[in-house]
C-alpha cells in the first residue's frame, strides 16, 4: 500500500502501567530451555504511561516479550536491558506503530536481520527503517509485510497475525494479535486490543460456532484496565481485567481454552495509573489470571 493511501487519524492517547517484586508464577529456569514447548520471558508488561519508577518504587518498562530466546515482538530502547546476555535475537514481529511498541532505531542497534509487520503499514515502517539505518550507518534488515491469517514459520514456531481491535495514527493500519504454535501448544499473544475479535478468534479455531476448531492452550492478554474499568473510554481499543475474565470464563465453557496443568492466563500492558501494586494483584485477581512481570518467564506446554 502507497504512503500517499494512508490518512493521518489522530494518535490514540497514550496508557498505563505497573511493575514487579513478587508473583505467583512459573520463575525462569534453566530446565525450561530442555522441554518442548514455548518460552515466553517478559522484557516488559506495562502500557504507555510507565516512565521510570512511579511513586511506589515500582517499574514496568513496555510491553514486549521474547519467545524461544531469539524472536521478539515488540521492542523500545528499555525492552534492552531485559533481554539475557546469552540470547541473540535475529527477529522481530510488531504488532502496531505506536512508539511504545516500535522503535527502528532501537530494532538496528539489536542487529536484528528480519522484521515481520503488517503489511498495512510497509511502506512507513520500510522509509523509517532506511532512514534510521543511514543515521546509525548500518546495515538494513528485511523487511516483511504480513497479511491477517498468514502463517509465518520461524524454525519450529509457526507464528499467524491474527487481528486486533485497536487504531494508531494510521487510518488504515490493521493492528495485529499473534497465534504462536509449537510442540502443540498453541498461545495467544494479545496486546493492544479491545477484547479478541470474531475473525481472530475464528482464525485461531476458538471461535465457538466453528466445529472444527481448535483449542488454545495458553493465553497472555493485555488488561490496560483494572478491575471495576468497563465504562473507562479505553474500553474501545484496549481491554480491563473483567474482559479478559469473561473471555477466559467462555473459552473454558466453550472447551476452546484448556491450559496445561491449569497455567493461568497472563496478563500484560497494564496501565499505572488504572492498575494497584503487583502484591495487591497478586491477592486480588480472579484465580484464572496472573499478572505478569518484566523479567518472568513462563513455559507453555500442550495437554
Not at 472447551?255 to 491477592?283: I, S, W
Request: glycine share 6%; net charge neutral; charged share 25%.
Amino acid at each position: 500500500m502507497k504512503r500517499r493511501s494512508f490518512l493521518k487519524a489522530s494518535i490514540a492517547a497514550p496508557l498505563v502501567t505497573i511493575s514487579p517484586e513478587n508473583i505467583l508464577g512459573q520463575e525462569p529456569s534453566d530446565s525450561m530451555s530442555k522441554k518442548e514447548g514455548i518460552i515466553v520471558r517478559f522484557l516488559g508488561t506495562g502500557a504507555a504511561d510507565w516512565n521510570g519508577r512511579d511513586n511506589r518504587g515500582e517499574l514496568r518498562r513496555l510491553s514486549s516479550i521474547l519467545v524461544d530466546n531469539h524472536i521478539l515482538f515488540d521492542l523500545t530502547a528499555g525492552n534492552m536491558e531485559m533481554i539475557p546476555a546469552d540470547c541473540k535475537p535475529d527477529v522481530l514481529f510488531y504488532t502496531h506503530s505506536h512508539k511504545d511498541h516500535y522503535d527502528p532505531e532501537t530494532a538496528l542497534q539489536l542487529g536484528l536481520k528480519r522484521i515481520y509487520l503488517s503489511q498495512t503499514w510497509y511502506d512507513i515502517a520500510k522509509k523509517e527503517f532506511k532512514e534510521a539505518a543511514n543515521r546509525l550507518k548500518v546495515v538494513m534488515p528485511e523487511i516483511v509485510p504480513l497479511y491477517v491469517g498468514q502463517m509465518v514459520q520461524i524454525g519450529t514456531l509457526r507464528v499467524t497475525p491474527l487481528p486486533a481491535s485497536h487504531v494508531t495514527g494510521y487510518l488504515f493500519e490493521q493492528t495485529l494479535i499473534y497465534l504462536l504454535e509449537k510442540d502443540g501448544a498453541r498461545v495467544i499473544y494479545a496486546t493492544d486490543t479491545g477484547g479478541i475479535p470474531a475473525l481472530a478468534a475464528r482464525l485461531a479455531g476458538i471461535d465457538a460456532h466453528d466445529r472444527d476448531g481448535k483449542p488454545i492452550t495458553g493465553l497472555i492478554m493485555e488488561a490496560t484496565m483494572g478491575m471495576g474499568y468497563d465504562n473507562d473510554y479505553r474500553i474501545f481499543t484496549h481491554s480491563s481485567v473483567d474482559c479478559v475474565s469473561r473471555i477466559v470464563d467462555v473459552l473454558e465453557k466453550t472447551k476452546r481454552y484448556m491450559p496445561f496443568e491449569n497455567q493461568p492466563v497472563y496478563l500484560t500492558h497494564m496501565a499505572r495509573t488504572l492498575h494497584g501494586t503487583q502484591a495487591e494483584l497478586d491477592t486480588s485477581l480472579p484465580k484464572s489470571l496472573k499478572a505478569a512481570y518484566d523479567g518472568l518467564e513462563v513455559m507453555f506446554k500442550s495437554n
